[in-house]
């Protein structure tokens, strides 16, 4: 007789729950109460390199338990089942294989929303969050149409919509499975009247003079140092977001050199940069013209976000 609800479960299904991904660690749960499961997952992630071990394990519970909580389910065994078990073995699998926490559990917070996450986009990160409030503090509710160079998941976008009921915004990204994630996010936090998506390179085929703020978090990184980041980033998210080429400062030659044409007279931009490009992307800025430049920190210290405007008579 099976003592354990998983050595039911795996008797009784026994073909069918072996195909599972989380299958060996579901064999290895057998008999273990959760808080025992807990401390093995941590030491199994541990044991691949992650450093965050605890939180992430805390956030995949987390996330076969709602709306349960961890104290709860701890106190009280039959608020566990065999079913959650078997579901965090499975998503416990994807992250012992680097797949960022983000795409395991398919979403991300950013700012005050909650943005779905597939391996087509850039994970959203805090740092990004620098931006958004640098472009908060700088422009006021007056109506904006702003442009967003590669949304990704659209995080930048539906942020400052967000924030912003008065204004508009467009979203441009090369790759059409990033459009569709951004899309979503878009339909989830209800700005789908207020921002429009299209396909392109940067800012090509858009119109001059259209935008009154544009904002990008281009892909930054040299193309060396991508090679030698944390499986995670290298292997699990788009190139195509990170990879800036040889200097890491290819996507905002193109970027920056287009701003005065795209910008409306007076308009405002802001870039995220990584944190050793301030002194070059300011000089790619200041070469084409644009003025009032500042360069803001995120919450570590870090140079992270330049922000200018165009002269009242460009372009
Ligand atoms: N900040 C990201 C990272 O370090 C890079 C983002 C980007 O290239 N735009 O992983």
């Avoid at 709602?66 to 039959?78: E, K, R, T």
């Amino acid at each position: 007789m099976p003592s354990t609800p998983f050595e039911a479960a795996v008797q009784s299904n026994a073909a069918e729950q072996a195909k599972r991904p989380g299958f060996p660690l579901v064999q290895a749960w057998q008999g273990m109460e959760l808080g025992t499961i807990r401390r093995h997952l941590v030491a199994a992630l541990g044991s691949v390199g992650i450093d965050e071990a605890e939180d992430d394990a805390r956030f995949l519970i987390a996330d076969v338990l709602a709306p349960v909580s961890l104290a709860q389910a701890l106190a009280d065994p039959a608020l566990w089942s065999w079913q959650a078990a078997a579901r965090l073995a499975d998503l416990a699998a994807l992250r012992l294989e680097r797949v960022p926490l983000s795409q395991v559990l398919g979403s991300k917070p950013f700012w005050t929303l909650d943005l779905k996450v597939t391996r087509d986009v850039l994970t959203p990160r805090a740092d990004t969050e620098a931006l958004v409030e640098a472009v908060l503090e700088r422009c006021d509710h007056t109506p904006h149409h702003m442009l967003d160079l590669g949304t990704g998941s659209g995080a930048i976008l539906a942020a400052l919509l967000s924030e912003r009921p008065g204004w508009t915004g467009q979203g441009v990204d090369l790759s059409p499975a990033a459009l569709a994630v951004a899309k979503g996010n878009l339909e989830a936090c209800e700005l789908t009247r207020r921002a429009t998506l299209v396909q392109g390179r940067w800012g090509d085929g858009l119109g001059d003079h259209g935008f009154d703020l544009i904002v990008s978090n281009p892909p930054y990184i040299a193309s060396d140092v991508l090679a030698g980041l944390e499986p995670e980033v290298r292997d699990h998210e788009p190139a195509l977001a990170l990879d800036g080429g040889e200097d890491g400062l290819d996507a905002y030659r193109v970027i920056i050199a287009d701003l005065p044409r795209l910008l409306r007279p007076g308009g405002s931009f802001a870039l995220e940069i990584g944190f050793d490009q301030a002194a070059a992307v300011m000089a790619l800025v200041q070469a084409a013209g644009l003025s009032a430049l500042e360069c803001l920190p995120d919450l570590a210290g870090h140079d992270r976000v330049v922000f200018g405007r165009a002269g009242s008579g460009n372009g």
